[in-house]
């Protein structure tokens, strides 16, 4: 019923209206039955880079992948396009040079007197530009092949027909719309808008509009178009109706607003950097520039390596790291990193590749939560059972000291060897250093201030594990150890410690 309608209305100057419409705002190419191009539009060969007599008497197949032109499937497209069959769909093609473009198409028979097909018009919208910017939300989108919906309006918005497309998509039949004004596909609130009505002034004028516009079904569901809506004149240049060629694009709508949603809620949360493949930082958000103390012009364009430390990036395992996610592979641990002022942050992070139409890796985004309190109450737990102050005897406080004594550590020493001192009213306090790393003059003064606040308490230090290395090292620095007594072994420092408790509770009991 409806293409009837649509046939009996339009007029043989109104269809070349309609064509010269499509020409301004779509790719336009004729072929033969057998895919070879008998001419095509300037926006068609704008997009694919090509001269006109360079695709002129060339097939089809110098648009397309040369992997795809042998298949099955690229035979029996060209079978139903030449058998009168129409297709429609995203496709991928190539432009001159080899470039990847993506078309929003339909490939029309056209029809002689008889019915017989002679020849197949291909309309196009290069889509490559959403095709990309879909893609790098949700990673890949699967093209869902639709045809147009085409309606035609009066200058003041009356409905004078519409295609089955367009019907569908909107759950209405022809009947229930042709006469009837534009507005009730939208909403009412809008409708009432100088903005709706200065865009009809603006069609009727004969100007073009396109765009994305959000409209209503039958029974109020929302529905959203890519759109185009196109005066059309007459010989004398006067504006007689408009056609709006429109594609529903509600699913990658709602599908786009989802991501970007949650995604919004992540950044709202974590700290959020993305990088280019080979480390350097195209974006940062708030959360992560606070976290570092950085602006974020003062990171975009650096790499990723002034996040940390000098020496780790110049390692195989840092090179190897972003070698990885290059290739495109996912990477989540806890991870050290350097603010701006040199503070050691620690990061629960995840690296995460984002990946083009094809599965190729694009860039790399990162969220990260700052877990530098977390890591450092669990660095002080360790200190501490790295470190206990035990009794072993009675009166005697044993306290083996393992790895690095710095400063902090060494409060860490002196304040439970001080407490266990005066809980157990212990008379000996044995430090082994047997299993520190390094004895410097840092580290000898560290456990000379622990052995001389153990003194003020009235309790003995006996210091052991001190290696001829160690021995050799105290004397090279001449620092002086004061009454402290040094023994080489644990065993030795254990029998002295207790020999001297034995022989104190002798005198004390005589």
Known sequence: MAKKVQKATMASGDLLAVYQALDRVQAIIEFELDGTVVTANENFL?????????????????????????????????????????????????????????????????????????????????????KLETAEFQGKIHAIDRAQAVIEFELDGTVITANENFLATFGYSLDEISGKHHRIFCDPGYVETPEYVAFWQKLGRGEYDTGEFKRLAKGGKEIWLQASYNPIFDADGK????????????????????????????????????????????????????????????????HHRIFCDPGYVETPEYAAFWQKLGRGEYEA????????????????????????????????VKFAADITLEVQKRSLALLEMSTPVT?????????PIVGIVDSKRSVDIMNKALSSIADT?????????????????????????IAKAAVLMGCKTIISG??????????????????????????????????RTVAGSRVAGA
């Open 239 to 302: 504006p007689v109706k408009v056609v709006k060629f429109a594609a529903d694009v509600t699913a990658a709508k709602l599908e786009t607003a989802e991501f970007q949603g949650k995604v919004r809620a992540i950044e709202r949360a974590q700290a959020v950097i993305e990088f280019e493949l080979d480390g350097r930082v195209i974006t940062a958000n708030e959360n992560f520039l606070h976290i570092f103390g950085y602006s974020l012009d003062e990171v975009v364009g650096k």
């Open 46 to 130: 704008g997009i694919f880079g090509y001269e006109l007599d360079e695709v002129v008497g060339k097939h089809h197949r110098i648009f397309c992948d040369p992997g795809y032109v042998e298949t099955p499937e690229y035979a029996a497209f060209w079978q139903k396009l030449g058998r009168g069959e129409y297709d429609a769909g995203e496709f991928k093609r190539l432009a001159k040079g080899g470039k990847e473009i993506w078309l929003q198409s339909s490939y029309n028979p056209v029809f002689d007197k008889d019915g017989e097909p002679i020849r197949v018009v291909k309309f196009a919208t290069d889509v490559t530009a959403a």
């Open 333 to 364: 641990d806890e991870f050290k990193r350097i603010s701006k002022n040199g503070a050691e942050i620690w990061l629960q992070a995840s690296y995460n590749p984002i990946f083009d139409t094809e599965g190729r890796p694009l860039k790399i």
């Open 425 to 449: 009213r212990a008379s000996t306090l044995l430090l082994d250093i047997g299993g520190v790393a390094v004895v410097d003059t840092a580290v000898a003064n560290h456990l000379i201030k």
């Open 466 to 499: 001190i290696s001829p290395s160690i021995a050799q090292t105290i004397a090279e620095l001449g620092i002086d150890l004061g009454a402290i007594q040094t023994t080489s072994t644990i065993e030795s420092a254990l029998r002295d410690s207790i020999t």
């Open 391 to 399: 009794k072993i005897w009675d009166g005697v406080l044993f306290a």
